[in-house]
């Protein structure tokens, strides 16, 4: 109620706002794949988790009461995909690309198969925290209204950054995922770290998913997802394989979603579905810009098919 | 009638042969399906319990199927493409449906068009389509409901209920239909004051959920503080606007559970009070009219119950436009009236009335919307 | 005695290992399969429905009648040439999954061009048609090979990216510039004069796109398998790098192969427009391009499976609807079954050399 005409203003605080409220989904999946992709291997499927952990987030929420029992249900729905998908990617010969697109397929084929008695329920949602009371323009008082999740991804991206530089368990990930050979050498056990690391990258997503059920959008439907787990690969590309990074791409990639409303807010409207393409767009021109033909990306582990 | 050139008899045959086949395993109920009285079909493009347009045509679809002597066979999810052609297809042939609800607007050209001449026999009445005599197929029906007016009684409960007198639309795509609600819901409050502007956002989609927040969530920031929509399920933007303190206009379909104490009131269709009456006359072998619109006084659409937040101005007011409306002759676009480009669009004297056809061929905001068709 | 015996099934043998390996390129997807099946069924029988009636209904739905198979190869037919969108730059070790992009512009652009042909014969203007689809979705996915090839820019997150912009550019030329005022609630392009319209194929009730496919399918094949192209490819295909270094011509193969992908993706857009939709519009993304992914990795990327792998798959879909009428299923049961035959095929994958009995250089050995 009474808000404030701020005009023009409206536009870079809807996409602060947007960037806040849209990312967090783009933040979890893409430390999930950051950390599977640190440890050598890629998931293709974080979509199908991402969606499964929709809506197993929400059905949990609403069948015990509790959206925090709700995200544990996600993430452990997405570890027990991570799990298979590890598990399937360590026989020999199979393709983690080819595996990570079935397990899409069947994350989402479950989903859907399982989430028709929860479209109509209302489950208990996700609590926020109110960090714009200082402020008395309601917009700015909304745009602030930031949920918990949001801060435990910040601060996983700086946990995961410290661990890959500092712990030991940070350097296994890397060596595993650096070098194959060099890892058993040290006496790894390579494939295990691989499983583990898809599995808790997999948990990440589920959690991811169930954000977009518990919190915002904030409702459980088979068109949940406008492919944010899909956009996890190229996220992480984006991160050149650095937590921080992935911050840094999820914020910029949910500002950008909220450009296109944003715009024709304040009266943009020509071509409104070019704004909506924005972000690919701009994925794809900094993709071009920033990848090379004579050296592997900077940044890429080096047991990683993708960038062979 | 003759129709051995386009119904191809040999594949019939077949596939009866193939039925036999398997029902004589004892399997599967094919005589039970061919026994009942009457077997209808209902294909929806979305999932049918979506809080929206296709949980509507479930409702309808519900009624149907406590009528004595109809099965009712539905198919969800069904894309706009030869998919829906097979889907009805297949219901003619595996379960003997004789008539059929493709109830989503894509449907029509060229799918049902496509099909309907192939099963001369049988009924396709389809929702939303500009059925006409001499272009289409006889057995092809075409129903809409003057949902417009829904949307101006939302407008009239959003002009009592806003206070920085900004009301907000979040529509899909800029469509004759989404445009006649846009405008109908700011003439209804500007029926109350005619100051109050609409700010409206397309979203592109039919459903897209993450984008509906995003556009419910500008429309606050604008200062909007009264939401309505028009998308397939309404259910985020309710929510989401909810969520914001914004009071909210349902759509589709009865919202008031998903925000009992922000919802205003809700335009509604009111396909079981339709289907029930299309499905009696088709059992009693009365012609069902290849025309057919309603409103408000026909039951083709209904409000939602006044919410609690409707001040006691705002309900007589609501009320005594429903009774103009019910009464007939009620005309929302009466000239003289500008588009928000300046252009006339009713010159004075002019008034179109909920039923006039120009209405569904809208290409335009009123003056006081805030966007544009394109 | 013995001696003899012993040699006579050495002959055997030696007569029967060139078939052994052949024997192994059939039998293990097709057990792979039915692993897929059986596990879907548990997965019924735990959700409290019967496998039987479900698989009798696939068969009814798909393959049981006149009706079915019309059904089935409707929905075929694109996938087939979809599917070599992936097929093609997958010889080449590239995962391309954006074909959905080269569909949609593929359509735009037939529906573009039949806009711009006044009163020419169909024999004209068809052929016309399939080449400004082909051209559409061949420079379009021929764009990832050479951003691939030239930039280094990683083909499956391009052609993803390029496939949301694909279907945003589709939706705004169909409401925007290309929108033919005359279509009210369902924003189209001019609809296509009645001549132009690509019609059914007698007996069969399909479209004549899914002959194309076949061929397409069948040219494809000679090209991987029968030509100096096909060759390089295969030699590339296992390490593009290494390849290079060994001076084969890398670059063109890359853009050769993708764009010829692509350009059976938009031919496949073509039809849909010219044979189903009648105009380009919004139900052009329909989905082709990623269940063609399913298709194309479940025939190994080779095209003459890719004809009884689409039909199986379509299948699946056209019983999809008696499913859920008769079992009271959803209809995302066709999907999770889909799951469960594509992961057992591909986990078959890493028995390929390892069974003795298809390998003849083991059958020595104790």
């Known amino acids: 109620m009474n808000e404030t005409d701020l005009g023009l203003w409206a536009v870079p605080l809807a996409i602060l706002g947007g960037a806040i409220r849209v990312s967090t989904p783009f933040l979890f999946v893409s430390l999930g794949e950051c950390l599977t992709e640190r440890a050598g291997r890629i998931n293709l499927g974080l979509e199908g988790t991402l969606v499964f952990g929709a809506m197993s987030g929400y059905a949990v929420s609403y069948l015990s009461g509790s959206a925090w029992v709700g995200i544990l249900a996600g993430a452990l729905a997405g570890a027990l995909f991570g799990l298979i998908h590890g598990i399937l990617c360590s026989l020999p010969r199979v393709n983690d690309i080819a595996i990570g697109i079935a397990m899409m397929l069947l994350g989402m084929g479950l989903a859907f198969f399982f989430g028709k008695g929860f479209i109509q329920p209302v489950a208990p949602g996700l609590p926020s925290i109110e960090l714009g009371r200082w402020s008395d323009v309601p917009q700015v008082r909304a745009a602030l209204k930031i949920n918990v999740l949001f801060f435990i991804g910040a601060g996983l991206a700086f946990a995961m950054w410290w661990m890959f530089r500092t712990t030991r368990l940070g350097l296994i990930i890397r060596t595993v995922g650096d070098s194959a050979d060099a890892a058993r050498a040290m006496g790894l056990n390579v494939t295990l770290a691989r499983v583990l690391a898809t599995a808790a990258g997999d948990a990440l997503a589920g959690i991811g998913g169930a954000y977009l059920s518990l919190y915002y959008p904030g409702s459980w439907n088979e068109g949940i997802s406008s492919g944010q787990g899909l956009m996890a690969v190229a996220l992480v590309i984006f991160a050149r394989w650095n937590p921080l990074g992935c911050f840094w791409a999820a914020l910029l990639f949910g500002g950008a979603g909220a450009l296109g409303p944003a715009l024709q807010s304040v009266g943009i409207n020509q071509g409104y579905y070019l704004f909506y393409a924005a972000p690919y767009v701009f994925t794809l021109g900094l993709l071009f810009v920033t990848s090379s033909p004579t050296r592997v990306m900077a940044g890429a582990p080096g047991e990683l098919s993708i960038t062979k | ?374 | 005695m013995a001696l003899s015996g012993r040699r006579t099934r050495a002959d055997m043998l030696q007569r029967l290992a060139p078939w052994a390996r052949s024997a192994e390129a059939v039998v293990l997807p097709v057990l792979a399969l039915l692993t897929g099946l059986l596990v879907f069924a548990l997965f019924l029988l735990a959700v409290g429905k019967s496998p039987v009636q479900f698989y009798q209904l696939v068969y009814l739905g798909a393959f049981g009648s006149g009706f079915s198979w019309q059904n089935t190869l409707s929905r075929a037919s694109p996938l087939l040439l979809a599917a070599l969108c992936v097929a093609l730059p997958a010889r080449l070790g590239l995962v391309v999954i954006g074909g959905e992009g080269a569909i949609v512009l593929g359509g735009v652009a037939a529906a573009g061009v039949a806009m711009l042909l006044g009163d020419v014969s169909a024999a004209i203007a068809l052929p016309l048609l399939a080449i400004a689809g082909a051209v559409a979705g061949g420079l379009w996915i021929g764009a990832v090979g050479a951003m691939r090839h030239y930039r280094g820019v990683n083909e499956t997150i391009a052609s993803l990216l390029m496939a949301y912009v694909a279907i945003a550019l589709m939706n705004h030329l169909v409401e925007g510039p290309l929108r033919d005022p005359a279509s009210l609630n369902k924003p189209s392009t001019l609809a296509l004069d009645a001549d132009f319209r690509v019609g059914l194929i007698p007996e069969i009730g399909v479209h004549w796109g899914l002959l194309v496919g076949v061929i397409a399918c069948v040219l494809s094949w000679v090209l991987i398998e029968r030509t100096t192209w096909g060759f390089a490819a295969r030699i590339a295909g296992g390490n593009l790098r290494a390849a290079q270094v060994q001076g084969l011509a890398v670059g063109r193969l890359v853009v050769a192969f993708t764009a010829l992908g692509g350009a059976f993706a938009g031919l496949a857009g073509m039809f849909e427009v010219a044979a189903v939709h009648g105009s380009a519009n919004a139900s052009l993304a329909a989905g082709y391009g990623y269940t063609a992914i399913l298709v194309a990795f479940l025939a190994r990327h080779n095209p003459l499976v890719i004809i009884p792998v689409a039909i199986m798959l379509a299948g699946f879909e056209a019983s999809s609807g008696l499913i859920q009428r008769r079992m009271g299923l959803p209809d995302a049961t066709v999907l999770v079954l889909q799951g469960f035959v594509f992961i057992a095929i591909l986990v078959s994958e890493t028995l390929y050399g390892r069974l003795r009995m298809f390998n003849p250089e083991r059958w020595s050995r104790p």
């Open chain 2, 1 to 374: 009638m003759s129709h051995s050139n386009s119904f191809p008899r040999r594949r019939f045959l077949q596939s009866t042969a193939g039925l036999a086949g398997l029902g004589a395993l004892g399997m599967l109920p094919i005589a039970s399906a061919h026994a009942a009285a009457i077997t209808v079909g209902f294909v929806y493009v979305g999932p049918k319990d979506d809080f929206g347009y296709n949980q509507a045509h479930a409702e309808g679809a519900a009624a149907v199927r406590k009528m004595e002597g109809v099965t009712v066979i539905e198919e969800e999810n069904v894309a706009e493409t030869v998919d829906v052609q097979n889907t009805l297809e297949s219901m003619i042939r595996f379960d003997g449906a004789t008539l059929l609800f493709p109830t989503s607007f894509g449907y029509f050209d060229p799918h049902i068009l496509a099909l309907a001449p192939k099963y001369p026999d049988l009924r396709f009445q389809h929702c939303g389509g500009l059925w006409s005599a001499d272009k289409h197929p006889r057995n092809v029906g075409s129903y809409f409901g003057y949902i417009g007016m829904g949307q101006y009684l939302n407008g009239v409960a959003a002009g009592h209920a806003t206070k920085s007198r900004k009301i907000g639309f979040v529509a899909a795509k800029p469509i004759p239909q989404v445009l006649l609600n846009v405008n109908s819901f700011l003439l209804g409050a500007r029926s109350v004051d005619p100051t109050i502007t609409c700010q409206v956002i397309f979203t592109g989609e039919w459903s897209m959920a993450v984008r509906e927040a995003e556009a419910t969530n500008a429309l606050a920031d604008q200062g909007c503080d009264v939401i309505t929509c028009h998308v397939d399920g309404p259910k985020v933007v309710i929510e989401t606007a909810a969520a914001r303190n914004c009071f909210v206009c349902g759509y589709h379909a009865d919202q008031s559970a998903l925000a009992p104490a922000r919802y205003l009131t809700g335009a509604e269709w009111n396909w079981a009070s339709v289907y029930t009456a299309m499905v009696k006359s088709m059992q009693a072998g009365e012609a069902i009219p290849n025309f057919v619109r309603g409103g408000l006084a026909e039951s083709f659409i209904k409000m939602s119950p006044l919410g609690p937040a409707v001040p006691e101005a705002g309900r007589a007011q609501f009320e005594a436009t429903r009774a103009r409306i019910l009464a007939g002759g009620f005309s929302a676009f009466t000239g003289p009236m500008k588009d928000n480009r300046g252009n006339e669009i009713v010159s004075a004297g002019q008034a179109f009335k909920e039923s006039d056809v120009e209405l569904e061929s809208m290409n335009y905001l009123v003056e006081g919307v805030i966007g544009s068709t394109a």
